[in-house]
C-alpha cells in the first residue's frame, strides 16, 4: 500500500539514535539482508553521512555515505516501500549529490546486487554507470553469494543526475 505525502511536508535530517527504531524497521522491510542496528550505530560513530528524508514524523528514505580521499562511496540507500515509485529517491540523491560536492569530491561509487534490476535501473536514472562486478560480494539465501556491480557519477559533469554523468576513462 503506497502513502503519499505532499512536498512542503518533507524535511531532511541527519539519523540520531531515537530514530533507529524506525529505520531499522524500513530496511528490514526494504531489502532481503538488511542492515542491523549495530550496522548503523558503527556508521554514526565513524561520521558517515547517515541522512534521513522524513516526511513529519514518517520515514520516507534515507542514505549512507562515506566520504574517502576523492570520492564519497554510498553504503546503504532506500525507499521505504510504501513511498517507492513516486519520486523520492531523487531527492535523497539530490541530497547526497550536494553534500559530496560541499565535501570537494568528483566521484560517487556504490555497489548493487546483481539482481536488483529495479535499484539498478533507478541508479542509472541518476546518471551512475556501470564500471565492473563484484565477485561473490552479498550474502544470498541458502549460503549463497551474490556478485555486485559496481557504479559511478562523476559529480563534475553537466547535470550528473540528469543522466549526463560521466564515467571512468
Given at each position: 500500500m503506497s502513502a503519499v505525502l505532499e512536498p512542503e511536508e518533507v524535511r531532511l535530517e541527519t539519523l540520531t539514535v531515537e530514530r533507529l527504531d524506525v529505520l531499522c524497521a524500513v530496511e528490514a522491510q526494504a531489502y532481503?539482508?538488511?542492515w542491523t542496528r549495530a550496522n548503523f550505530i558503527d556508521s554514526m560513530a565513524a561520521g558517515y553521512r547517515c541522512q534521513l528524508l522524513l516526511g513529519g514524523d514518517t520515514l520516507i528514505g534515507y542514505f549512507v555515505a562515506m566520504k574517502g580521499v576523492d570520492e564519497v562511496h554510498l553504503l546503504n540507500f532506500a525507499v521505504a516501500p510504501a513511498f517507492q515509485r513516486q519520486g523520492w529517491a531523487p531527492m535523497l540523491f539530490d541530497a547526497l549529490a550536494g553534500w559530496?560536492?560541499?565535501q570537494g569530491v568528483q566521484w560517487l561509487w556504490l555497489e548493487v546486487r546483481k539482481s536488483n534490476e529495479r535499484a539498478l535501473a533507478?541508479?542509472?536514472r541518476q546518471g551512475f554507470r556501470r564500471v565492473g562486478v563484484r565477485k561473490n560480494y552479498y550474502p544470498a539465501h541458502g549460503g549463497q553469494r551474490e556478485d555486485a556491480v559496481v557504479m559511478s557519477l562523476l559529480l563534475?559533469?553537466?547535470n550528473p543526475l540528469n543522466g549526463a554523468a560521466g564515467v571512468l576513462p
Open positions: 532481503s539482508h538488511p559530496s560536492r560541499g533507478v541508479y542509472e563534475n559533469s553537466p
